[in-house]
């Protein structure tokens, strides 16, 4: 108890042993919480602390044991709020993409519009942008196709007509500085769109400079929220793990990933329409041809 050393046991406050507990590594802090809870039932016990409850700030004391670079599931309908505050329709059209098909953000970065499949419904994974560089996919299980279901394949078609950048070679989401040459930065889309929507959306919140997440605070946010959301989302709706773990392409030898069931693509086009509600224009707004934005215009996400 160095850190209190010299003071009066009963007048430290709930939130320095918060504040002092939360700066520790989650593995043990429910430890340091039982340790310093029975130090002080034991000075009440032999009356060196007096007994009543405002003299022990432990019950006030919380040691949640969830990390905080723990991902968080999204929901379709968190994903559509967040997507109704983000600006930028490329933004808008990744999110869709990462938020319906469960796939990497980094391999979805690498997407040219040749490695998609209009007649069989599907994007093949080729290639991940990470670190600034072009390299392959995570595993092997991890370039097999995914799904484009029927409203996601509607979406992708409009933005190919709209995007200054619409050739088989061309990146599909590119950066508009750079000529198009290479994708756009995924962590600096995240800082720039993702979290300013999120909070603007009420799906977090901020106090004291740190976001929360259904009142726990986290620092593990973006793409990757929307990735497990859909996986959560399946789970809910009682598809069976070995084809939610097909969907993710998740390598794993405690599954059995043969094949794609059609519960799976069923699934998924109910969660597009619960992303992007019937009736609910996906809004792509931009200038085409103009410096900093790809080419939009109003359009049905879903048909």
């Given at each position: 108890?160095?850190?209190?050393?010299?003071?009066?046991?009963?007048?430290?406050?709930?939130?320095?042993?918060?504040?002092?507990?939360?700066?520790?590594?989650?593995?043990?802090?429910?430890?340091?919480?039982?340790e310093?809870?029975?130090?002080?039932?034991?000075?009440?016990?032999?009356?060196?602390?007096?007994?009543?409850?405002?003299?022990?700030?432990?019950?006030?004391?919380?040691?949640?044991?969830?990390?905080a670079?723990?991902?968080?599931?999204?929901?379709?309908?968190?994903?559509?709020?967040?997507?109704?505050?983000?600006?930028?329709?490329?933004?808008?059209?990744?999110?869709?993409?990462?938020?319906v098909?469960?796939?990497?953000?980094?391999?979805?970065?690498?997407?040219?519009?040749?490695?998609?499949?209009?007649i069989?419904?599907?994007?093949?994974?080729?290639?991940?942008?990470?670190?600034?560089?072009?390299?392959?996919?995570?595993?092997?299980?991890?370039?097999?196709?995914?799904?484009?279901?029927?409203?996601?394949?509607?979406?992708?078609?409009?933005?190919?007509?709209?995007?200054?950048?619409?050739?088989?070679?061309?990146?599909?989401?590119?950066?508009i500085?750079?000529?198009?040459?290479?994708?756009?930065?995924?962590?600096?889309?995240?800082?720039?769109?993702?979290?300013?929507?999120?909070?603007?959306?009420?799906?977090?919140?901020?106090?004291?400079?740190?976001?929360?997440?259904?009142?726990?605070?986290v620092?593990?946010?973006?793409?990757?929220?929307?990735?497990?959301?859909?996986?959560?989302?399946?789970a809910?709706?009682?598809?069976?793990?070995?084809?939610?773990?097909?969907?993710?392409?998740h390598?794993?030898?405690?599954?059995?990933?043969?094949?794609?069931?059609?519960?799976?693509?069923?699934?998924?086009?109910?969660?597009?329409?619960?992303?992007?509600?019937?009736?609910?224009?996906?809004?792509?707004?931009?200038?085409?041809?103009?410096?900093?934005?790809?080419?939009?215009?109003?359009?049905?996400?879903?048909?």
């Open positions: 108890m160095i850190f209190w050393k010299g003071r009066v046991a009963k007048d430290i406050q709930p939130q320095e042993i918060q504040a002092w507990l939360d700066r520790k590594s989650v593995g043990i802090r429910s430890k340091l919480r039982n310093i809870s029975a130090v002080y039932r034991h000075g009440q016990a032999t009356g060196l602390i007096p007994r009543g409850a405002e003299c022990n700030p432990m019950s006030l004391v919380s040691a949640p044991t969830k990390s670079f723990e991902s968080v599931d999204l929901s379709p309908t968190e994903c559509s709020a967040i997507l109704e505050k983000i600006e930028e329709p490329m933004v808008r059209v990744l999110v869709v993409v990462v938020a098909t469960g796939a990497r953000a980094s391999e979805v970065l690498g997407l040219r519009w040749a490695d998609l499949d209009f069989k419904g599907g994007i093949h994974i080729r290639r991940a942008w990470t670190h600034g560089k072009l390299g392959k996919p995570k595993s092997r299980l991890s370039r097999r196709p995914v799904p484009m279901v029927t409203g996601l394949a509607a979406l992708m078609e409009t933005w190919r007509t709209e995007t200054m950048y619409s050739s088989d070679t061309d990146f599909i989401f590119p950066s500085k750079l000529g198009g040459r290479q994708p756009r930065t995924g962590g600096i889309m995240v800082t720039d769109y993702i979290h300013p929507a999120a909070l603007a959306a009420d799906v977090l919140e901020m106090r004291d400079g740190v976001r929360y997440y259904d009142g726990e605070s620092l593990r946010f973006g793409f990757h929220s929307m990735r497990h959301g859909l996986a959560t989302w399946l809910d709706r009682g598809v069976h793990p070995s084809v939610i773990q097909r969907v993710l392409r390598s794993s030898p405690n599954m059995t990933m043969h094949y794609i069931h059609s519960d799976a693509r069923k699934a998924q086009e109910e969660f597009v329409e619960e992303l992007l509600p019937s009736g609910k224009s996906f809004i792509v707004s931009g200038l085409k041809g103009k410096k900093g934005h790809c080419g939009s215009k109003v359009c049905e996400a879903v048909g």
